[in-house]
């Protein structure tokens, strides 16, 4: 169980284009998904918490109105990437938090290798 | 700021041999703590969560925390070549998002 999707998988898009990535919990409902980014050789950065029915919170130095986030159910939460440049390029990976036994754990989707041209 | 500090590595260890990995972090009132294991250009997988005080055993991996020193630490044992990947620690504040903290991770090679 926990299983979490991430589509597409990997994107290369031209300089200014719009990129959006779908993350879905496949067998479980996940009020909170959070949005990393990972750079080469570098550390998982969050970028955004996205909860149900509501608007992201966003990581300081994290432009909103660049990176959209959309959490429309309980099974799916997109990330848009607004006019992308080349140094949006990264791994974009997604978890979905799942609550069991009164601990929360993250479960992480296979990620989104953006490269912007 | 909250902090998770790990060291970069890469920590070399040899097949069969016990592999330790530290991690600290800065916030006193963190709650919950998490080894994620990622291999190169994949997404991190977890491993194991502790929550309590002492010693959590799971197969070859064991995980130890000491909240009065603000660490946790993983022990592979009987290591393998496969186990070759970079470990990350991560912290839980449980503030309600249950956003984590993520260390840097420590690279780890098994040689064979």
């Known amino acids: 169980g926990a299983v979490v999707s991430q589509h597409p998988s990997r994107v290369i898009c031209k300089s200014g284009t719009s990129v959006k990535i779908e993350c879905r919990s496949l067998?479980?409902?996940?009020?909170?998904m959070f949005w990393y980014r990972q750079f080469p050789k570098q550390s998982l950065m969050l970028m955004a918490t996205s909860n149900e029915g509501s608007k992201a919170t966003y990581e300081q130095g994290v432009e909103k109105d660049k990176f959209l986030i959309n959490h429309a159910s309980l099974t799916l939460s997109t990330l848009t990437v607004t006019s992308a440049h080349p140094e949006d390029s990264s791994f974009y990976i997604c978890?979905?938090?799942?609550?069991?036994?009164?601990?929360?754990?993250?479960?992480f989707g296979p990620g989104t290798r953006l490269t912007v041209l | 700021q909250k902090e998770v500090e790990q060291n970069s590595g890469p920590l070399s260890v040899p097949e069969g041999a016990i592999a330790s990995l530290n991690c600290t972090y800065s916030d006193r009132g963190s709650q919950s703590f998490f080894w994620y294991r990622q291999y190169s250009g994949k997404s991190p997988e977890l491993i194991m969560f502790?929550?309590?005080?002492g010693d959590k055993e799971d197969g070859r991996f064991t995980a130890q925390l000491n909240k009065a020193s603000q660490y946790v630490s993983l022990l592979i044992r009987d290591s393998q070549p496969s186990d070759s990947a970079t470990y990350l620690c991560?912290?839980?504040?449980?503030?309600?998002?249950?956003?984590?903290?993520f260390g840097k991770g420590t690279m780890l090679l098994v040689s064979p």
């Open positions: 991560a912290v839980n504040q449980d503030s309600g998002y249950s956003t984590l903290t």
């Open positions: 978890s979905a938090e799942s609550r069991s036994g009164g601990y929360n754990e993250q479960f």
């Open positions: 067998d479980f409902q996940a009020t909170t």
């Open positions: 502790i929550y309590s005080n």
